[in-house]
């Protein structure tokens, strides 16, 4: 064992700590337990650490004697500068950062930062393991003890690049057990399952109601894509099963029996989701007029319930929609309200769902909102781990996350050996976390590239390396080395567009595509028309959503007539419409009305009913852009139009942006537009922002838009 004496200076106190690590190769693993931990499961520790060792990296186990973020960060720093870190592990209650001013760093977090801290704040362990975001200290929470409050500074980085993976083995409640002892289960099942060295040769993956608009198309691109991703699923050896929500009125036994095979190795669920439960099902389907009966009664019913003034609400049902009485009378029901109540739950899995449940597939990404709120006290995806069964370790969201992402990029990794670690890593924005072991790693399918965990951790800037690796046949690790000479800046914009436009292999042509679109360049507009009219639906699908907000005058005469395609999938059409609805009436409908000629018949007719919905929609924006110098319009209204704009990026209406900046008394509604231009990073009109926001800051008297307007320009040079 070696000690390093670190001595670390906070706000209040010195600290001085002696680190344990063993010694073995160049790679370093950190286990930050609290002392309690430390205390009662010394030998769990120890038998977990000897895990890691056994592929071949070393380990320290550190104390949290701090219960400060701050002195873990420098602690973790510093290993990884001396040390070579390549991940942390934290184990019990160690503090959770709650990041303030960073929802850019997150997919979809877009929450009013006025409402209660707690829950305006995203939990995220992206300040313990990317060094290069700084943060300001505000407050430690004076109920929630772990809880301690940063503002992202715009000094640091703006988008997230974690240096090192992280994880939380941080237990759930269950009754009837400590904490110590559900820490002992699960590092004795780790420690055991590791021993087996388990290929990946069966996968599944899920699709829950209303995700990605309930399209088959993605769904069914997405089987084509993981195909190619596994070896063994493209060569016919494996095996890929889908369950769609459809399949049954109430899929959750199907979906809880299918994560139970216990030859599973891989599950993928793509749903909705809360801190406490998975969204499963919609309303069930029925051809049964009895049953649609039934479920427009408990409808009615439910509705009642939740009403402020429940007789007032069943008057209200009734005479607007003749509900017979008889319907709603015995909403409050002890036996009707039990029924009723079973029948909901039984859309969604739920904690209780998962008392003695015993999941087998070693890990499983939940692709879902909230699921992964490890700062709570209970939270679901920490059952899937502390549980009986092989489930190890789980990918989750502390916050909601966005539908129109790749969740599975480059995550044929796994069959070649990758940890589940160093696979997220470089896929971890604010509110993503791993949940139970990041060292966790598939024996490699080819032993010719079993040392590629190893390049992944250690050789992540030898350009020749990659070079090599981008010749490779595997297309999973021919993605990867794009993505890696990319960052070294060894390949293009250029490079990338020629292989979007000519690679055969879809997941390398979204690679491409998904490197372009990191921010505006001078490729990008051309390769979101490349990508609009790509074969693979997520190609189109993520050309549309980039169109979206990059709004140049070159993609409007793409997207009006793709729009109008009879044959356009779902959510490609979602981000279609959001695309054109961001340009000024006038333009949209004037194309609109060119492409309509093309069309005849029962469609045409369907058409012009979305001109006149296309036609008020327009009309609606360009009023409300209009009223932002409007002293009599109500200010909610321009809040609401402001903050939209970090979604729409509008710059159809930029002049009068512009001067509302400049010439608005109302500071606070300014503060917001000084926010949301923030948000501006793919805008063909990034550049002109950016001027005006210097140009605006040096003149600005109000501090705190001063300081909101360096944020946003911050993050649009980063």
């Known amino acids: 064992m070696k000690v390093f004496k670190k001595v670390f200076l906070t706000a209040a ?22 002392s309690g931990v430390i205390e009662h499961n010394a030998e769990a520790l120890a038998n977990y650490a000897a895990s890691i060792e056994a592929n071949g990296i070393k380990t320290c186990i550190i104390e949290d004697v701090w219960q400060v973020p701050d002195s873990i960060r420098a602690t973790l720093k510093e290993l990884y500068l001396n040390e ?71 000094k640091g980085r703006q988008s997230v690049n974690s240096d090192i993976y992280s994880a939380r083995i941080k237990p759930p409640v269950y009754d009837g057990k400590t904490r110590y002892e559900l820490l002992d289960d699960y590092f004795q099942k780790i420690v055991e399952d590791k021993k087996m060295a388990r290929n990946i040769s069966q996968v599944t993956y899920f699709a829950g109601h209303g995700y990605n608009s309930d399209c088959m198309v993605a769904r069914a691109d997405e089987k084509i894509a993981l195909t190619s991703q596994f070896s063994t699923l493209a060569s016919g050896e494996g095996n890929l099963t889908f369950i769609d929500h459809t399949y049954d009125d109430y899929v959750r036994a199907r979906l809880m029996a299918e994560l139970t095979r216990e030859d599973l190795d891989l599950a993928i669920l793509h749903h909705h989701g809360g801190d406490d439960m998975q969204y499963l099902n919609g309303t069930p389907r029925s051809n049964l007029t009895s049953q649609w009966l039934e479920m427009s009664k408990r409808f009615f019913r439910s509705r009642i319930r939740r009403a402020k003034d429940p007789q007032a609400t069943m008057k209200y049902y009734m005479d607007q929609y003749n509900v017979p009485r008889s319907w709603v009378s015995n909403a409050f029901d002890p036996a009707v309200m039990k029924q009723d109540s079973l029948l909901d739950a039984m859309t969604d899995i739920h904690i209780k769902d998962m008392d003695g449940y015993a999941p087998a597939v070693p890990f499983i990404m939940l692709d879902a909102c909230f699921t992964g709120s490890f700062h709570l006290d209970d939270y679901i995806s920490g059952h899937y781990v502390f549980n009986p069964g092989h489930t190890v370790v789980v990918k989750a969201n502390s916050v909601n996350s966005l539908q129109d992402i ?16 160093n696979w997220a890593r470089d896929l971890f924005t604010l509110e993503s976390h791993l949940i139970g072991d990041p060292t966790y790693r598939y024996a490699a399918a080819r032993k010719d590239l079993a040392s590629l965990d190893y390049a992944v951790s250690r050789k992540k800037k030898n350009v020749r390396t990659w070079k090599k690796l981008l010749r490779d046949e595997h297309p999973e690790v021919r993605g990867l080395a794009m993505k890696m000479l990319f960052k070294n800046k060894a390949l293009t914009y250029e490079d990338l567009l020629h292989i979007q436009k000519n690679d055969p292999l879809p997941v390398i042509r979204l690679m491409a595509f998904d490197l372009i679109g990191k921010k505006n360049n001078p490729v990008l507009v051309e390769a979101i028309i490349a990508g609009l009219y790509d074969n693979h639906e997520m190609i189109r699908r993520f050309a549309a959503k980039k169109a979206a907000v990059n709004q140049s005058p070159e993609l409007l005469s793409h997207v009006v007539p793709m729009g109008m395609e009879p044959g356009i999938s779902k959510r490609v059409e979602f981000n279609i419409t959001t695309a054109v609805m961001q340009y000024k009436k006038d333009e949209v409908l004037t194309l609109f009305d060119e492409a309509l000629k093309t069309w005849k018949g029962a469609w045409a007719e369907e058409l012009a009913t979305q001109r006149a919905y296309l036609e008020r929609r327009l009309t609606s924006s360009e009023n409300d852009f209009g009223n932002l110098m409007n002293l009599d319009a109500k200010p909610l209204n321009k809040r609401l139009t402001l903050s939209a704009l970090r979604n729409s990026n509008n710059i159809a209406y930029l002049d009068e942006l512009f001067h509302f900046m400049e010439n608005s008394k109302e500071d606070n509604l300014r503060l917001t537009l000084a926010e949301a231009f923030a948000w501006y990073t793919c805008s063909w009109k990034k550049d002109e922002i950016i001027d005006f926001c210097r140009n605006q800051a040096a003149i600005e008297e109000n501090e705190t838009i001063k300081d909101q307007l360096q944020r946003t320009l911050a993050r649009l040079l980063d």
């Open 84 to 154: 070579h870190l390549e991940g942390v592990v934290f184990v019990g209650d160690i503090p959770i950062p709650m990041v303030r001013n960073g929802q850019h760093l997150t997919t979809a977090f877009k929450m009013d930062q006025s409402r209660p801290w707690e829950q305006s704040s995203v939990p995220s362990d992206r300040f313990y393991d990317d060094f290069d975001l700084e943060f300001d200290f505000l407050k430690r929470d004076s109920i929630y003890s772990l809880y301690y409050y940063y503002n992202l500074s715009p």
């Open 406 to 421: 790749w969740p599975d990029q480059l995550i044929g990794l796994l069959e070649l050996g990758v940890s589940v670690g």
């Open 13 to 34: 106190t010195v600290f001085v700590v002696a680190v344990s690590c063993t010694t073995r190769e160049n790679r370093l693993v950190a286990i930050v337990a609290d």
